[in-house]
């Protein structure tokens, strides 16, 4: 039981120390920030809750600190598992000389890309100047607190690193991975083309079961590798969107 509670608090801890890590770094307006805030209070308010019930024992308090316990261990055994699954199938290769290249929006400051995003454009550039027959499909639209559309961004990224802007094609109108891969098809006339989708390595799972499942059918995936300090967050992020996938039937 103390080993639960000392799990608990050690969790809170580190998910304080990396909110002010990830603000300082990246920004109050990081998407997803203040999840760590909230864990932290959760867990918390839970080890609390369990030292109260172990000092008061009675027949519910003792069902109430079983259930907690094991419940803890089962929640962290089964995240890790995801997150170890995800981490694994982020490490794939593209097939070279692909018919498209779609790489997939992230968040645009104003005019400026995001780190993920400019991790994307990195990968991106480096695919298609190695493979100078593929066309690229920048997909993205314009969210809030962006002056341009996330493919814009993409785009302007691109010829910065010396890919030619008659191989561009702006998909400018989708607000998630579902219509990013969607929208990106009316670009592609033949289903059997080749079709490399980069995105960021915690995403590339959720990405390759969306476009399956959507009908891509010649498909490989490459993800920007680059490490980001707000990495180990989006790949915390990318549980629960997994989950939310997998409710819509998204996956």
């Known amino acids: 039981m103390r080993i639960t509670i000392y799990m608990l608090r050690t969790i809170s801890v580190l998910s304080i120390l990396y909110f002010m890590l990830v603000l300082f770094y990246s920004g109050p307006k990081t998407s997803f920030l203040w999840f760590w805030i909230a864990l932290a209070f959760g867990l918390i ?3 609390f809750l369990l ?5 008061h024992p009675s027949n519910l308090n003792n069902s109430l600190r079983i259930l907690i316990q094991y419940g803890a261990w089962i929640c962290l055994s089964f995240f890790l598992l995801v997150e170890g699954f995800l981490v694994a199938k982020s ?3 593209p097939v070279p000389n692909a018919d498209y290249v779609i ?3 992230a968040q645009v400051r104003g005019k400026t890309p995001s780190l993920t995003l400019n991790a994307r454009i990195n990968a991106a550039a480096d695919y298609l100047n190695k493979n100078p027959n593929s066309k690229a499909i920048c997909s993205g639209g314009q969210g ?3 002056d341009i559309t996330e493919a814009y961004a993409i785009k302007q990224g691109l010829i910065a690193r010396g890919v030619k802007e008659d191989r561009i094609l702006l998909e400018e109108h989708s607000t998630n991975t579902v219509e990013n891969l969607t929208f990106s098809q009316s670009f592609i006339d033949d289903p059997k083309s080749s079709v490399v989708v980069i995105t960021s390595n915690f995403h590339i799972y ?3 079961r969306i476009a399956r499942k959507i009908g891509y059918e010649n498909l490989s995936l490459s993800s920007a590798q680059e490490f980001l ?3 180990p967050q989006y790949y915390v992020r990318e549980f629960f969107a997994l989950v939310k996938d ?4 998204n996956i």
Do not use: D, P
């Open 103 to 105: 790489i997939l929006g």
């Open 51 to 55: 030292t109260y019930l172990i000092r």
């Open 229 to 231: 300090l707000t990495t």
């Open 206 to 208: 959720r990405a390759s």
């Open 45 to 47: 308010s839970a080890s």
């Open 91 to 93: 490490l794939q290769t």
């Open 246 to 249: 997998w409710l819509y039937h």
């Open 144 to 146: 809030e607190g962006e």
